[in-house]
Nanobody, 124 residues
């Protein structure tokens, strides 16, 4: 069992930056690929970024490529999402997710564990 707790959301002006954190419980964090998803009001939850269990490879949605960076620290059981050049369209609840596999899928139903989400609001 893996429990995930996100933090770091908030209100920021367009062009600003935020860093989200996702702390995982348990001893098996390093055997899970991790993903970040987001859900805006009235929209489906969508893939944002993923990282392999070793941290050696990452993948991004086209909408955030070049602006967001996912990273992980297996010694701290934590995955991060660094968000730069934020836009109002990035406003959403951001969720981290874990899957007992080496490679992060882009399909949310393939993930085993989810956090409760953290709100990110970007003002114009």
């Amino acid at each position: 069992q893996v429990q995930l707790v996100e933090s770091g959301g908030g209100l920021v002006q367009a062009g600003g930056s935020l860093r989200l954190s996702c702390k995982a419980s348990g001893r098996t964090f390093s055997s899970h690929a991790m993903g970040w998803f987001r859900q805006a009001p009235g929209k489906e939850r969508e893939f944002v970024a993923g990282i392999t269990w070793s941290g050696g490879s990452t993948t991004y949605a086209d909408s955030v490529k070049g602006r967001f960076t996912i990273s992980r620290d297996n010694a701290k059981n934590t995955v991060y999402l660094h968000m730069n050049s934020l836009k109002p369209d990035d406003t959403a609840v951001y969720y981290c997710a874990a899957v007992a596999a080496p490679i992060p899928p882009r399909v949310l139903v393939q993930y085993d564990y989810w956090g409760q989400g953290t709100q990110v609001t970007v003002s114009p």
